[in-house]
């Protein structure tokens, strides 16, 4: 009798540890896991705290942690010092990111169209053509588009910023649409097309609706793209159609680097895309993991 509950005894026992050896990996997986999502947000929060202090407590070494917290970085970047207003440089910002998103997902939708659902001839040839178009240095293109832009009077004009950032976001939104077309049931574009619908009410009301999450996720990405470009908007533009990023190296001079007031700067131009991204971030999650579970 006591052999027979030993014999059953120790499946049991083994089980048990199993499972508090599962859950002491989960701890220790989840813990190295908040270890390094903090470390990850460690220069952020430490760039919000610069912000709220004096350019001299900002510039000790090692820094104070302790320091008085004040405003003034805030103020001096809102002009409250007699300085730059910032409204124009975050309006035009503003105006090419919105403008060159819309006009890729314009463009993107029905070439990822045709692209997955209703393929062309050698469509793996067109998306490696697109994903080529990644591979030239931004560098190498940027004395032939200042010369283009300096002959056409483009010069510090948005809109050149929008045709640029349009053609430089439309390859990675092409291919990220594609998949994300690619997962569109065809029976449903059929039955659309037997009642009558032509192709842009296919895409209109038919594929937007149902790839939303993954078009949401593109125009988030050509967004925050759009919006932290610094190369183009630094060369091409000057006094009127200059960017955020390019406001920001206004606070790098002759004088020396105003760390509290960049901080304030770069924490004032985040803002917009973090609101964007809290926004849509099931959207985000959605497209992004659109897809990944058959």
Known sequence: MSASTA??????????????????????????????????????????????????????????????????????????????????????????????????????????Y???????????????????????????GLLPVYLFAKNTGLLDNIWLLVLLYTSMNLPIA?????????????????????????????????VAPVAGPGIAATALICFIFSWNELLFARVLTGVVAGTAPVHLTTFVTSQGLFLAQLCAASVVVSLPVLVAGYAAQDKLVQGLSLGAVK
């Open 114 to 140: 045709a692209l997955s659902i209703r393929r062309v001839r050698k469509w793996t040839d067109v998306m490696f053509f697109f994903l080529s178009t990644k591979m030239l240095p931004v560098v190498a």
């Open 7 to 112: 014999t059953t005894a120790s499946p049991s026992a083994s089980v048990t540890a199993l499972t508090r050896r599962a859950r002491r990996r989960s701890a220790a997986l989840g813990v190295a896991a908040w270890v390094v999502g903090i470390g990850f947000c460690l220069p952020a929060l430490w760039m919000v705290l610069t912000s709220f202090h004096a350019e001299a407590d900002a510039a000790t070494n090692p820094p104070s942690l302790a320091a008085a917290l004040t405003l003034d970085g805030y103020r001096t970047f809102f002009g409250g010092g007699g300085g730059p207003t910032p409204w124009p440089p975050l309006v035009n910002s503003l105006a090419a990111s919105f403008f060159s998103t819309v006009l890729v997902l314009l463009l993107a939708l029905p070439a990822a």
């Open 174 to 206: 092409v291919w990220m649409m594609q998949s994300f077309l690619a997962d569109v049931p065809v029976s449903i574009i059929e039955a659309a097309q037997v009642d009558g619908a032509r192709l842009p009410t296919v895409l209109r009301r038919v």
